[in-house]
């Protein structure tokens, strides 16, 4: 095996470096796998009700302590590592993650056949989460964003109507806008940018008694038109992370119901790793990968 293990080191905000890092040892192992990065730690009430990623102790892959496994080597627990089909790409693999917020919020929106939906952001998460809802039967999505080159993404993986938005827009009124896109107000609405002005339209947009996720993180407080959704039966409901997905995730992927190759705009070898970032903090494409295997660098 190998001796140098390449490793990306966040040391503070701003400060990522490259460092070589001693080679973990490995158990009996040998496949090709998807790691999940939430391990439980304990078996409390929230590891038993099947909602581990609730337990205040949970490991996460890349939340300080631990540094994260963007290196050539690195060791994770058994039980959360799950088997890729021959069918299905190392690249794919990685794109599990997203793709399991994705499909975590659909869960807690309860999308089903025929669920019509309004999703708020067109990056990487909100493409997960239009995938994965209409994986799950949804009908008719509404997508929305303020660039129209990520429009065209969604448009080409199956959203049905495409909403640019602009800095400055009232809520109310974008939120008539999707009513008028889809000749009825959605039942479920996932919100993927944490903005203020977007779960107020999330709010706004939702028929009564409909479900709205919100998946984007923001400020720890925001100004909602809570009474609004009260009085009108409408559900808010958080995500966090995701629990019990990477089987269905992957199941999705090999059997061609899901493709989430067109995600990935841009490749870096791991010693360009700090330029990568960079093209993901500027805007730039959709998915950005890093490529941690030297003798692997295609798609």
């Known amino acids: 095996m190998a001796q140098e293990n390449l490793s990306v080191v966040l040391h503070s905000q701003g400060d990522l470096r490259l460092e ?24 409390d009430e929230f590891f038993k009700n099947g909602r581990y990623n609730l337990s205040p102790t949970i490991f996460f892959c890349a939340t300080p302590p631990d540094d994260g496994n963007l290196c050539r ?10 088997k890729l089909p021959d069918n299905v790409t190392f690249e794919e693999g990685a794109l599990i993650e997203p793709l399991s917020v994705g499909i975590h919020a659909c869960r807690r929106a309860g999308v089903t056949l025929g669920s019509t939906v309004l999703i708020c952001g067109s990056g990487p998460i909100g493409l997960c989460s239009l995938l994965a809802a209409k994986a799950m039967g949804a009908s008719q999505v509404v997508i929305t964003d303020l660039f129209s080159e990520r429009l065209t993404v969604a448009k080409e993986l199956g959203a049905d109507f495409q909403l640019n938005v602009k800095r400055g827009d009232e809520p109310q009124q974008l939120a008539k806008s999707v009513t008028d896109l889809l000749g009825a107000q959605p039942q479920i609405t996932i919100e993927c940018t944490g903005s203020e002005s977007s779960i107020q339209t999330a709010i706004y947009a939702t028929c009564s008694g409909g479900v709205v996720v919100l998946v984007g993180l923001g400020s720890e ?29 992957i199941a999705m992927l090999a059997s061609g119901k899901v493709n989430v190759k067109p995600l990935v705009t841009h490749r870096f070898p791991l010693e360009e790793a700090v330029q990568a970032f960079e093209t993901t903090r500027q805007g730039v494409g959709i998915k950005v990968m890093l490529k941690c295997d030297r003798n692997d660098q295609n798609p």
């Not at 070589?20 to 078996?43: H, L, N, Q, S, Y």
């Not at 080597?73 to 799950?82: D, E, L, Q, T």
């Not at 925001?222 to 629990?243: H, K, S």
């Open 20 to 43: 070589k890092r001693p080679v973990p040892e490995p158990g009996p192992c040998g496949d090709r796998v998807a790691i999940e990065p939430g391990v439980p730690r304990e078996t």
């Open 73 to 82: 080597f690195y060791k994770h627990s058994a039980n959360f590592c799950y």
């Open 221 to 249: 407080m925001a100004t909602v038109p809570l009474v609004n959704a009260a009085v009108r039966e409408v559900d808010i409901r958080g995500v966090f992370r995701y629990c019990n997905t990477w089987p269905m995730a």
